[in-house]
């Protein structure tokens, strides 16, 4: 059983938006401002797509964008597009051990 | 370009130990810390530890100490991480990845993944 909560899956038409929502405790994602979402296709590495709640590396599609509220971060993905399906996690920083902990993931289909 | 370059898949017998390389390259060793976690089929990644490449140090998962250690040879650039007393419970995926840095501060994100190293315990 993963530390942090995500829905098993999420699904969306091209063109629309969806959220995966990402819940923890005081501990980890309410506690601290390193919320980081993660994108995996099948067989692949995990891609890091958001870090510090908020924030995107270079070279991540705009359409990219997180935020938190309380114990509970948020992915949301919009103008969905049919090479966003993939596996999401989350994961946060943590004042216990371990140190990172991460999410169960959370599937996403494009109809 | 930066890389890590994992070794191939293992298959133990319970009670076994396995040893998983990841070779660095593309940027200063000894300048980011590196982890491991790994992934059970059909699971969320678990975090393992993390090793220091300038020194050594490390940190690992409660869950996990006692069984596992993990090392750096700075010559070749290769961090490894050995799990001993393998049960069915361990089959999974094992990655190494970097945490990045700015202005030698690590930042809390993992940036950069090695490709994987599947693990499978079985008698």
């Known amino acids: 059983q993963s530390a942090l909560t995500q829905p098993a899956s999420v699904s969306g038409s091209p063109g629309q938006s969806i959220a995966i929502s990402c819940t923890g405790t005081?501990?980890?994602?309410?506690?601290?401002?390193?919320v980081s979402w993660y994108q995996q296709h099948p067989g692949k590495a995990p891609k890091l797509m958001i870090y510090?709640?908020?924030k995107r590396p270079s070279g991540v599609s705009d359409r990219f964008s997180g935020s938190k509220s309380g114990n509970t971060a948020s992915l949301t993905i919009s103008g969905l597009q049919a090479e966003d399906e993939a596996d999401y996690y989350c994961?946060?920083?943590?004042?216990?051990?371990?140190?990172?902990?991460f999410g169960g993931g959370t599937k996403l289909t494009v109809l | 370009q930066v890389q890590l370059v994992q070794s191939g898949a293992e298959v133990k017998k319970p009670g076994a130990s396995v040893k998983v390389s990841c070779k660095a390259s593309g940027y200063t060793f000894t300048k980011y810390l590196i982890h491991w976690v790994r992934q059970a089929p059909g699971q969320g990644p678990e975090w393992m530890g993390v090793?220091?490449?300038?020194?050594?140090?490390?940190l690992y998962a409660q869950k996990f100490q006692g069984r596992v250690t993990m090392a750096r040879d700075t010559s070749t650039s290769i961090i490894y991480m050995e799990l001993n007393s393998l049960r069915s419970e361990d089959t999974a995926v094992y990655y190494c990845?970097?945490?990045?840095?700015?202005?030698?501060?690590?930042?809390?994100?993992?940036?950069?993944w090695g490709q994987g190293t599947l693990v499978t315990v079985s008698s």
């Open positions: 090793i220091h490449p300038n020194g050594g140090s490390t």
């Open positions: 994961s946060s920083y943590t004042s216990n051990n371990p140190p990172w902990v």
């Open positions: 990845a970097r945490e990045g840095a700015e202005r030698a501060v690590p930042n809390k994100r993992f940036d950069y």
């Open positions: 510090d709640v908020n």
């Open positions: 005081s501990s980890d994602v309410g506690g601290y401002d390193y």
